[in-house]
């Protein structure tokens, strides 16, 4: 007798994602970290693919192989620029790139909700009570006192950290303010107060520009810098 069998257990992986976190942006690109893990006992070459679905949508590989036992990567997909101010629902579905593999929905998706924020500041300057965008503005004569009021406004969803209030004449007169943070729907005036010289001309003009951070409840940036700018004669 030369012949005999043997029944064996071939290794296959078994990729499973094992968490999804977006990270929506304001104003710019958003994106998602999903972890998958290969739970076989079968390496996986780099290469498999992650797919987004719902209303928001992307693809992204993994760039190393997965060991077997518990080989691991995070993979950032993007989401590209989304709506702000919306609720979205995504899944991701890991795609074994026909590889002989135990997958199935229960272990190889993961679902997320979140909203996206919107962020904005606004910027309001006023001469001697006027909102003056235009000239003439209001008649001050040489001696006596000019005060620029700038409103501040959050008028987006986030909380705005970091504002830096400038004007084209005076500088920057961010010490004239409350504060350098405003939460969302929340204002704060700066004032500036000084006499009218003779050198600053019959017609006199000057541009205020705010800039701030829009940044998350645990002061995370979320999108890039906001700005504002208005005149004032």
């Given at each position: 007798?030369?012949?005999?069998?043997?029944?064996?257990?071939?290794?296959?992986?078994?990729?499973?994602?094992?968490?999804?976190?977006?990270?929506?942006?304001?104003?710019?690109?958003?994106?998602?970290?999903?972890?998958?893990?290969?739970?076989?006992?079968?390496?996986?070459?780099?290469?498999?693919?992650?797919?987004?679905?719902?209303?928001?949508?992307?693809?992204?590989?993994?760039?190393?192989?997965?060991?077997?036992?518990?080989?691991?990567?995070?993979?950032?997909?993007?989401?590209?620029?989304?709506?702000?101010?919306?609720?979205?629902?995504?899944?991701?579905?890991?795609?074994?790139?026909?590889?002989?593999?135990?997958?199935?929905?229960?272990?190889?998706?993961?679902?997320?909700?979140?909203?996206?924020?919107?962020?904005?500041?606004?910027?309001?300057?006023?001469?001697?009570?006027?909102?003056?965008?235009?000239?003439?503005?209001?008649?001050?004569?040489?001696?006596?006192?000019?005060?620029?009021?700038?409103?501040?406004?959050?008028?987006g969803s986030t909380i705005v950290d970091t504002i830096v209030l400038n004007d084209d004449q005076l500088g920057n007169i961010t010490v004239s303010c409350p504060g350098t943070s405003l939460a969302s729907g929340a204002s704060m005036t700066c004032s500036v107060t000084t006499p009218v010289?003779?050198?600053?001309?019959?017609?006199?003009?000057?541009?205020?520009?705010?800039?701030?951070?829009?940044?998350?409840?645990?002061?995370?940036?979320?999108?890039?810098?906001?700005?504002?700018?208005?005149?004032?004669?």
């Open positions: 007798n030369n012949s005999g069998t043997q029944n064996y257990t071939a290794p296959i992986p078994k990729l499973t994602l094992t968490a999804i976190s977006p990270t929506p942006n304001c104003n710019d690109v958003s994106s998602v970290d999903v972890t998958i893990e290969n739970q076989g006992c079968a390496a996986v070459a780099a290469g498999v693919e992650i797919a987004i679905t719902g209303d928001a949508s992307g693809t992204g590989t993994t760039i190393g192989a997965l060991a077997a036992g518990g080989g691991s990567e995070v993979v950032t997909i993007s989401l590209g620029n989304i709506a702000c101010g919306q609720d979205y629902d995504i899944t991701a579905t890991a795609d074994p790139n026909s590889l002989t593999c135990e997958c199935d929905a229960t272990n190889h998706t993961q679902t997320a909700s979140f909203n996206s924020p919107c962020c904005s500041i606004d910027l309001e300057k006023a001469t001697n009570g006027q909102d003056a965008d235009t000239a003439t503005g209001p008649y001050i004569p040489v001696g006596d006192n000019v005060t620029w009021d700038y409103v501040i406004t959050n008028s010289l003779v050198g600053m001309g019959n017609q006199y003009s000057n541009v205020a520009d705010v800039a701030g951070r829009p940044v998350d409840g645990g002061g995370t940036r979320i999108g890039n810098d906001l700005t504002d700018t208005d005149p004032s004669h």
